[in-house]
């Protein structure tokens, strides 16, 4: 079986554009969260989502935005990017929100010039 | 708010030494407890995880016990091998006003042969 799959792998953007990133979880799997990790640093808790709706938010401002499919597949938005949103971004899935296994992807490498 | 704190690395080793990296936790409620590894190129996995207290997970020689009155989830294997060499991260997830994860910053394995 597939595991999960995120796209694209790596994305070159300047100030102020926005992005879009993808993830596809593991068959099966209704919930996805959302995660950046800096370099040298653990994963930081961004969203979760749950049959389509948000379940959880970290500490991240009003520029971040997700959204969850009826294939439950998701995007992650960002808008108007700062240098400080250069990171890896990590897509996990797993079968239920809460305190489940969670199943990660590679991640996409974003940098901000 | 809910943190989770792990000892810092980088930790070297010579084969078939004795592992203990400490994670501690602060919650406000009964958090589900993780250690996930990052291997050298590849994505992050879960080593193992506890749900109540006193629980243990283990898995591939590795142990940890849930301990609520030190609030604490220290990772322990009695003899580490050269391919044990990876990122650990100590991680909490809980219901707390949604789902959250939490993880540690991470510590650094070097296993010598």
């Known amino acids: 079986d597939a595991g999960v799959t995120q796209s694209p792998t790596h994305l070159i953007k300047t100030r102020g554009q926005q992005v879009t990133l993808r993830c596809s979880p593991i068959s099966g799997h209704k919930s996805v969260s959302w995660y950046q990790q800096v370099l040298g640093q653990g994963p930081q808790f961004i969203f979760q989502y749950y049959e389509k709706e948000e379940r959880g938010r970290g500490n991240f401002p009003d520029r971040f935005s997700a959204r969850q499919f009826p294939n439950y597949s998701s995007e992650l938005n960002v808008n108007a990017l700062l240098l400080g949103d250069s990171a890896l971004y990590l897509c996990?899935?797993?079968?239920?929100?809460?305190?489940?296994?969670?199943?990660f992807g590679p991640g996409t490498r974003l940098l901000v010039l | 708010g809910n943190s989770v704190t792990q000892m810092e690395g980088p930790v070297t080793l010579s084969e078939e030494a004795f592992l203990t990296i400490n994670c501690t936790y602060t919650?406000?409620?009964?958090?589900?407890l993780f250690w996930y590894v990052q291997y050298p190129g590849e994505g992050l996995q879960l080593l193992l995880k506890a749900t109540k207290a006193d629980d243990k997970g283990s898995n591939k020689g590795f142990e940890a016990t849930y301990r609520k009155e030190t609030t604490s989830f220290h990772l322990e294997k009695g003899s580490v091998q050269v391919s044990d060499s990876a990122v650990y991260f100590c991680?909490?997830?809980?219901?707390?006003?949604?789902?959250?994860?939490?993880f540690g910053a991470g510590t650094r394995l070097f296993v010598k042969a």
């Open positions: 919650a406000t409620g009964y958090p589900s």
């Open positions: 996990a899935s797993s079968l239920a929100a809460g305190g489940e296994t969670q199943y």
């Open positions: 991680a909490l997830s809980e219901f707390s006003g949604g789902f959250k994860t939490i």
